[in-house]
């Protein structure tokens, strides 16, 4: 695993160029990257959302599209649409701005539920139909959303699906005092992604895609994700638990971080360290606890807590 490793350092390093101290952020999304999965990504306005997407693509040297979300955007916003050609008498689709390698949903829960579910099969199946017509999005795709957690006017929350289908929800936060003091410090003249290089080329990201799939996961550490998982549809205080998918997220984002840190094998810590992100955004916490203030972080936390870590030899035989 030293060339995922290798490959994580130089990516993780590159965005830190431009993103100032918010190492384990960057490494969510790296990890989901290296899953092929996507990320909400759920914070405060001008905390560097948008700066950490754009950030991404250019380190990838990968093509990429923001999307800013409006109350009146339509789904052939998103997926394109098809025009008809009178010269040739013949429909042509043209493609939205989803065709992208790197896709910025900027404020995802300002559009209505409709082109919201325009993004459901992109996110999934990696392709769109557009009348009839099934069109294969780009290799790598991802998805990465924002949203602001304070500001509900003129909003529509995004459904279970929809949530769903995101690898894991991070946030950014803001900086402490010192960082913050350095960003002023880097952008007292331009800002720094205006020099950011690509660093990886899209070939070693999709050989680093298909290496992580190979970590090993002992039974044990397997039924420890099914445990969690299930612990969480049994919760009290939760009204619907995490889905088969999030025990899939859970198994494959801990392969990734385990490659990550250069070993070919998943130990309970890596899966611990994945729950909060990848488990959190897929439950619904029940009425009589969110009078209580309980969050859903909260509980994945308690539920950490109280179940038993397997012991014994995780590494492949």
């Known amino acids: 695993m030293a060339d995922i490793q290798s490959f994580s350092k130089r990516l993780v390093g590159n965005l830190e160029k431009v993103i100032v101290g918010k190492r384990q952020t960057i490494e969510m999304i790296v990890i989901s990257l290296l899953c092929q999965g996507h990320v909400l990504i759920e914070d405060v306005p001008g905390v560097g959302k948008t700066v950490l997407a754009r950030s991404l693509a250019k380190s990838l040297g990968c093509s990429f599209n923001r999307l800013q979300f409006t109350p009146d955007m339509l789904p052939s916003d998103v997926t394109g649409v098809s025009i008809y050609d009178q010269a040739k008498r013949v429909f ?164 990734a971080m385990a490659a990550m840190n250069g070993r070919d094998y998943v130990l309970p810590d890596d899966i611990k360290a994945m729950a909060v992100p990848v488990l959190a955004h897929r439950v619904i916490v029940g009425p009589a606890a969110r009078l209580r203030e309980l969050s859903a972080e909260k509980i994945i936390r308690e539920i950490l807590d109280n179940q038993p870590v397997p012991g014994g030899d995780y590494q492949a035989s």
């Open 92 to 255: 042509e689709f043209r493609s939205g701005p989803v065709f992208a390698q790197v896709v910025l949903v900027d404020e995802i829960n300002r559009a209505t539920p409709k082109t919201q579910a325009a993004l459901l099969e992109a996110m999934e199946e990696k392709q769109v139909t557009v009348d009839g017509e099934t069109h294969n999005l780009p290799n790598p795709f991802m998805v990465l959303a924002t949203q602001n957690p304070i500001e509900y006017e003129g909003t529509f929350p995004l459904p279970e699906a929809q949530l769903d289908r995101f690898l894991m929800r991070v946030r950014l936060g803001y900086p402490n005092p010192s960082d913050e003091i350095e960003v002023l410090d880097r952008q007292q003249y331009k800002h720094p992604i205006e020099e950011l290089e690509s660093v990886i080329k899209v070939t070693e990201l999709r050989k680093a895609m298909e290496e992580v799939k190979s970590v090993f996961i002992s039974e044990a550490v397997k039924k420890y994700i099914v445990d969690l998982v299930n612990r969480t549809r049994q919760n009290a205080d939760v009204y619907l638990g995490a889905s088969p998918r999030g025990s899939l997220a859970l198994y494959h984002t801990g392969q």
